[in-house]
């Protein structure tokens, strides 16, 4: 089994930072994209940005310039740097990874429980 748990989330102003980390553990056999998304109430799941193994980097449109992500290959982890966080950036941040488990070593999404990110004065 595999597991990602996401921490990090919380209550920041707008024009504020906040950083999300997110960690798989369990039966991994090889880790390859990791990532971001998000989900507002009333909205569609989209794309906040995600990162390969040799560290190509897509973002989305909304947070390109203000988001940086990163990852520790020999940690498994992926971490998510949000600045000058707008009320519009509010979500629910899910991390998700493409993971082969050492009993199939047949990659599939993994997805975290997801942490609140909430922008308020």
């Known amino acids: 089994q595999v597991h990602l748990v996401e921490s990090g989330g919380g209550l920041v102003q707008p024009g504020g930072s906040l950083i999300l980390s997110c960690a798989a553990s369990g039966s991994i056999f090889s880790i390859d994209v990791m990532g971001w998304y998000r989900q507002a109430p009333g909205k569609e799941r989209e794309l906040v940005a995600d990162?390969?193994?040799?560290?190509?980097?897509k973002y989305g449109d909304s947070v390109k310039g203000r988001f940086t992500t990163s990852r520790d290959n020999a940690k498994n982890t992926v971490n998510l740097e949000m600045n000058s966080l707008k009320p519009e950036d509010a979500a629910f941040y899910y991390c998700?990874?493409?993971?082969?488990?050492?009993?199939?070593?047949?990659?599939?999404?993994?997805w975290g429980q997801g942490t609140q990110v909430t922008i308020s004065s």
């Open positions: 998700y990874a493409e993971v082969a488990d050492i009993a199939t070593m047949r990659f599939r999404n993994y």
């Open positions: 990162i390969s193994t040799v560290g190509l980097i």
